[in-house]
């Protein structure tokens, strides 16, 4: 069965430090990677995927991200968190078949304090 | 923000009686999809349509039914809602046929509450 792991409920992190949030993710073939954030009572906004190419993407508001295809991981990352990043990311995977549906992690909850 | 409007943002129903939400888009997108939204569960696919008339099931469609008249309408019907059902409820859109873009964006969501 396809399925996206994000191991960590939570993450706690001091403002100014760098964040990881993991991702794993079990899907034949070459799918597409993405994270997106949720704020609470808002729908989920894009912050940014892989398709091809290098490993290491950009996002917005300063998140990246690292494919590793040999872990079949996409961790996300920031070199110095802000309070304001505290939300709630989603490692989402699409297999690319003919619904271009998107298969979600669970969820990991940022907590940047001040 | 994408132009993708979800109705009602709110709504609480009893038991056993029909529940329909919209989605409508003015993105011209020929994907839509309905998911929800759980606590340990991340979002999970209902249905989702690729085009007028064009339907399909997705991870979690049972009790659930669909339907798209139009490219930017997609509505989700709870033919007879249950406690089971209680969730947010969110409709996305997506075109990766256009090959410029293949993120989906969202709706802002519908809480739904079966009592």
């Known amino acids: 069965a396809q399925s996206v792991a994000q191991p960590e409920d939570q993450v706690n992190v001091a403002e100014g430090n760098p964040l990881t949030v993991k991702c794993t993710y079990s899907?034949?073939?070459?799918?597409?990677l993405f994270w997106y954030v949720q704020y609470p009572n808002r729908g989920l906004q894009f912050l940014l995927k892989?398709?091809?190419?290098?490993?290491l993407v950009k996002g917005s508001y300063g998140f990246e991200a690292e494919f590793n295809k040999s872990q079949t991981s996409f961790h996300l990352k920031k070199p110095s968190a802000l309070v304001s990043d505290s939300a709630l990311y989603f490692c989402?995977?699409?297999?690319?078949?003919?619904?271009?549906?998107?298969?979600f992690g669970s969820g990991t909850r940022l907590l940047v304090r001040p | 923000d994408a132009g993708i409007t979800q109705s009602p943002r709110h709504k609480v129903t009893e038991t056993g009686t029909p529940v329909t939400l919209r989605c409508h888009q003015t993105?011209?997108?020929?994907?839509m999809y309905w998911y929800r939204q759980d606590p340990g569960h991340g979002l999970r696919l209902i249905h989702y349509s690729y085009g007028v008339k064009d339907t399909d099931k997705g991870e979690v469609s049972d009790g659930y039914s669909v339907s798209r008249s139009k490219t930017e309408d997609f509505l989700l019907t709870l033919e007879s809602a249950t406690s089971s059902q209680t969730s947010v409820y969110f409709c996305?859109?997506?075109?990766?046929?256009?090959?410029?873009?293949?993120?989906?964006?969202f709706g802002q969501g519908t809480r739904l509450t079966v009592v």
């Open positions: 899907v034949s073939g070459n799918p597409y």
């Open positions: 996305a859109i997506s075109d990766p046929m256009r090959g410029v873009s293949t993120e989906a964006f």
């Open positions: 989402a995977v699409s297999p690319m078949d003919s619904s271009y549906k998107l298969i």
């Open positions: 993105e011209n997108h020929r994907y």
């Open positions: 892989y398709i091809t190419g290098d490993n």
